[in-house]
């Protein structure tokens, strides 16, 4: 996915992987060296950013898997 699609698709998570891939492809392609320590931190900050949102996102499914079923009532069908 682009980096436009994916900010088009509205994904925070998407966004974060295209910018990560984004960054990292332009400090392997070859940047001025006054260019390398910025992008290096933006680098760090977007995989960190996107470390939390996963981790968040597997923390709230353990928790919906561990949630007990309610009781279905027939009258609310």
């Given amino acids: 996915m682009t980096l436009i699609e994916a900010v088009q698709s509205g994904s ?3 966004y974060l992987i295209a ?3 984004e960054l990292a492809r332009k ?9 390398l ?3 290096g931190k ?9 470390e939390e949102l996963v981790a968040r996102e597997t923390e709230e499914a353990a928790d919906a898997v561990s949630a007990p ?9």
């Fill in 19 to 21: 910018w990560r891939d």
């Fill in 42 to 50: 933006q680098l760090n900050d977007t995989i960190r950013e996107l």
């Fill in 69 to 77: 079923d309610e009781d279905l009532d027939p009258d609310d069908l």
């Fill in 27 to 35: 400090i392997t392609s070859g940047v001025a060296a006054r260019e």
């Fill in 12 to 14: 925070r998570k998407s």
């Fill in 37 to 39: 320590a910025p992008l």
